[in-house]
Nanobody, 126 residues
Framework: QVQLVESGGGLVQTGGSLRLSCANS????????TGWFRKAPGKEREFVAI????????AYADSVKGRFTISRDNAKNMVYLQMNSLKPEDTAVYYC???????????????????WGQGTQVTVSS
């Protein structure tokens, strides 16, 4: 079984930064893609960023391009999301998710992801 555990969320002011971490334990399946999604109150869960198992392919939602950076360290079984220039509309619960394919989807839906973490809250104050 795959376990994903997020950390690094918190409260930050507009313009601030946070780095989220996703620890992959259990069966790691390093050759699958890992992504970040988020869910704000009253909204659907939405795609934020995704990275291929090798780290060579990365994709972002338009709303976070140029501000967020996804990266991974397979030796440590970790995936990160560096979030800069945060805005109040970035406030949400952020989830780490993993699919079960070696094909890289640049705009995955939540339904495409097979494993999920429990989420970490990010709150950006105005």
């Amino acid at each position: 079984q795959v376990q994903l555990v997020e950390s690094g969320g918190g409260l930050v002011q507009t313009g601030g930064s946070l780095r989220l971490s996703c620890a992959n334990s259990g069966r790691t399946f390093t050759n699958y893609n890992t992504g970040w999604f988020r869910k704000a109150p009253g909204k659907e869960r939405e795609f934020v960023a995704i990275i291929s198992w090798s780290g060579t392919d990365r994709a972002y939602a338009d709303s976070v391009k140029g501000r967020f950076t996804i990266s991974r360290d397979n030796a440590k079984n970790m995936v990160y999301l560096q979030m800069n220039s945060l805005k109040p509309e970035d406030t949400a619960v952020y989830y780490c998710a993993k699919d079960q394919t070696t094909y890289f989807h640049s705009t995955p839906t939540a339904a495409m992801m097979h494993y999920w973490g429990q989420g970490t809250q990010v709150t950006v104050s105005s």
